[in-house]
Antibody, heavy 121, light 107 residues
Framework: QVTLKESGPALVKPTQTLTLTCTFSGFSLSTSAMRVSWIRQPPGKALEWLARIDWDDDKFYSTSLKTRLTISKDTSKNQVVLTMTNMDPVDTATYYC?????????????WGQGTLVTVSS | EIVLTQSPATLSLSPGERATLSCRASQSVSSYLAWYQQKPGQAPRLLIYDASNRATGIPARFSGSGSGTDFTLTISSLEPEDFAVYYC?????????FGQGTKLEIK
């Protein structure tokens, strides 16, 4: 059974760095063609893809947020970590991690429940 | 960046009716397009991938069509549980993008 779960602070202050962890089970990020992405959704708004890490440690970032994002993985712990620097109130959103694999490469077949991050002083 | 534009923004229909949702890409995405359903408080669910393939466990009333820049999601006969927000997403290149969503509401 594939599951993903996001964890991290619910509240961060402007200019701080956000660190989110995606802990997953039921698959391995060392399996060829496996990928994990981070996607966010501001309240009442659309989804926005942020970053992706692949089984071979290739990394991809949204061009608009590239300078602020870092994605990494710990295969032994089944975790993917996203850091976002210089947080701003407009970054308030639910942050999801999601898996892509096989026929669904590039699409997201399993998602975490999401974690709401509020940016406020 | 490939921009996906969905229409209409809101679609009001009754159970049993046919729903047609549109997604237009700013440049060709070939057939590399997916559709997701999202209900309040839930993560999105993959419905259709590669424009016309139903994901595992998705009912046959959901179908997708199109290629290039114009895509359609059709729900043949609406069930009460189908009222939700629907998003399209492209994977033509590594910079994935989503549309802004279509809200399907009960008339």
């Amino acid at each position: 059974q594939v599951t993903l779960k996001e964890s991290g602070p619910a509240l961060v202050k402007p200019t701080q760095t956000l660190t989110l962890t995606c802990t997953f089970s039921g698959f391995s990020l060392s399996t060829s063609a496996m990928r994990v992405s981070w996607i966010r959704q501001p309240p009442g708004k659309a989804l926005e893809w942020l970053a992706r890490i692949d089984w071979d440690d290739d990394k991809f970032y949204s061009t608009s947020l590239k300078t602020r994002l870092t994605i990494s993985k710990d295969t032994s712990k089944n975790q993917v970590v996203l850091t976002m620097t210089n947080m701003d109130p407009v970054d308030t959103a639910t942050y999801y991690c999601a898996r892509s694999y096989g026929d669904y490469g590039g699409y997201f077949d399993y998602w975490g429940q999401g974690t709401l991050v509020t940016v406020s002083s | 960046e490939i921009v996906l534009t969905q229409s209409p923004a809101t679609l009001s229909l009754s159970p049993g009716e046919r729903a047609t949702l549109s997604c237009r890409a700013s440049q060709s995405v070939s057939s590399y397009l997916a559709w997701y359903q999202q209900k309040p408080g839930q993560a999105p669910r993959l419905l259709i991938y590669d424009a016309s393939n139903r994901a595992t466990g998705i009912p046959a009333r959901f179908s997708g069509s199109g290629s290039g820049t114009d895509f359609t999601l059709t729900i043949s006969s609406l069930e009460p549980e189908d009222f939700a927000v629907y998003y399209c997403q492209q994977r033509r290149n590594w910079m994935y993008t989503f549309g802004q969503g279509t809200k399907l509401e009960i008339k």
